[in-house]
């Protein structure tokens, strides 16, 4: 067998650099992966595991018996390891731990063998993670919200914890009760279980006082016994919106409207509009100093713009031209976070467009005349645009897909 791979990854040293064809793995969100890699013989001096998307920071560099945390992207700390320090008989997997959808991608092995002072590719591994069941959870400033989630049943050890937090996690509960130690401050006294008891697995939140910095993706997970590993259950998307910001906005077709979106953080990399139900990956979106259009939903082209094209002070409100009844939806304003790779939600709008209607001009004299008359249209028309149109608010409540939801 080792012989059979030795000889087969010889071959292909030749080959590799013109083609890598590509093995491609699919995860699900919260597992620990391995990514295969064994290099033709165990002469290696250097490992480097790497991603295209990245540019030039790496996944993982080993060098002479000592991991090189200079130019590893911020996303891969302390979550990468090889599995077989030793590097017996070439092995050079990488194992990454808690993948989510923004480790989606391309990964790249290369070793520096012998005397060679070349990286040579040796194997190509394409990384799918499957998006963790969600849920968005808008709510205004001062509100109180409840994050859920259902574990087994009997569940001893379960986790609940934000990307952006780091180490810090927002509730921890092992063998009866809440371990407070590492619990990040913002969370102390302001969050209650749903259920002390967690009858039937609930263990829901309830987190009082919300504020704008609460934002951002919850995680809950569970220790699993059987496997000796943490399980992503839930991902609860929550959204607080600034003071006084309306969530929700009504138009008329044919207006003009805005949108309101405010980050604190002023250092954009990227923004994505995104609406619930549409058939393009966003309505608007920046990334990267390019305002991108290949993707865009095509029912939103040439229609939306920011309204301040330098998003001058986090400022990303959108702008949306010739409102029609279909614009009707959800909206939602998101955030690219470097450091962990991943899209956080800042604001949530309800947008909801009617038809023009009543008079568009004359006199009062006759407005007051055929008033009955508008008002057995208006009503016609009101009960026509309730059967043919679906724009009414419960169908807006769905959420929006995993798909549309995880950008990238
Ligand atoms: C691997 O997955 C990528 C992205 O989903 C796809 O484009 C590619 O065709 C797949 N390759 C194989 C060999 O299945
Ligand atoms: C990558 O590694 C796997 C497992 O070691 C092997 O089956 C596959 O052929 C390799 N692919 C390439 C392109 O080297
Ligand atoms: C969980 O345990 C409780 C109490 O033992 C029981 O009443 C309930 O039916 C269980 N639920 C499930 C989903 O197994
Ligand atoms: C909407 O904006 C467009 C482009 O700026 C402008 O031409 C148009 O007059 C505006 N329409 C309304 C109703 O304000
Ligand atoms: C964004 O800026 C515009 C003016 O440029 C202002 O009218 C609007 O209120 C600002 N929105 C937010 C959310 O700050
Ligand atoms: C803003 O982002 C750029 C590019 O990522 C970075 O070089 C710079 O240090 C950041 N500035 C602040 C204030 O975070």
């Known amino acids: 067998m080792s012989a059979v791979t030795a000889s087969l990854c010889s071959t292909l040293m030749f080959v590799l ?5 590509q093995k491609n793995i699919t995860a699900e969100s919260g597992q620990d992966v391995t990514l295969t890699c064994r290099a033709p013989n165990n002469n290696i001096r250097v490992v480097e595991w790497s991603r295209a998307d990245l540019g030039d920071k790496h996944v993982l560099l080993y060098r002479d018996g000592h991991f090189v945390p200079e130019g590893q992207h911020p996303s891969f700390k302390n979550r990468v390891d090889l599995q077989d320090r030793q590097m017996k008989d070439g092995d050079v997997s990488l194992i990454l731990k808690d993948v989510t959808t923004a480790d989606n991608g391309a990964y790249e092995c290369h070793v520096l063998m012998g005397e060679i002072n070349l ?10 993670v499957d998006p963790p069941d969600h849920k968005i959870i808008p709510a205004e400033s001062g509100q109180k919200v409840t994050l859920t989630c259902r574990a087994p049943n009997n569940s001893k050890r379960v986790k609940w914890s934000r990307a952006d937090l780091r180490d810090k996690y927002v509730l921890l509960y092992q063998d009866g009760h809440l371990n407070p130690d590492n619990q990040h401050p913002s969370f102390k006294s302001r969050l209650t279980l749903q259920d002390r008891q967690m009858k039937n697995g609930d263990v829901s939140l309830i987190l009082k006082d919300a504020n704008t910095a609460d934002s951002g993706t919850y995680m ?69 100093g390019n305002f991108e259009r290949d993707n865009q939903d ?11 094209i330098q998003m001058t002070d986090g400022n990303m409100s959108m702008i949306v031209n010739d409102l029609t009844p279909a614009d009707s939806g959800t909206y939602m304003c998101g955030v690219f976070m470097e450091e962990t790779r991943s899209w956080k ?21 006759v407005i007051i005349g055929v008033s009955a008359v508008v008002l057995v249209v208006g009503f016609l028309i009101y009960k026509r645009k309730r059967r043919s149109n679906t724009h009414d608010d419960p169908e807006d409540e769905q959420p929006l897909s995993p798909q549309e939801l995880v950008g990238d």
């Open 17 to 21: 650099f013109v083609s890598a064809d």
């Open 119 to 128: 990286l040579k590719l040796i194997n190509s591994t394409y990384l799918h």
């Open 220 to 288: 809950c997970r569970v220790f699993m016994e059987e496997t000796r590993s943490w399980k992503l259950l839930i991902n609860n998307y929550l959204i607080v919106v600034p003071p006084g910001q309306k969530m929700n906005i009504k138009a008329e077709s044919g207006q003009n409207v805005t949108l309101p979106c405010q980050s604190s953080n002023i250092n954009i990399t990227g923004v994505k509009w995104m609406r619930s139900r549409m058939e393009g990956e966003y309505v608007l979106s920046y990334q990267n």
């Open 345 to 365: 939600y800042i604001s949530y709008v309800r947008l909801s467009v009617t038809d023009r209607s009543g008079p568009t001009g004359g006199s009062v004299a």
């Open 298 to 308: 095509r029912s939103f082209k040439n229609r939306v713009d920011f309204l301040d």
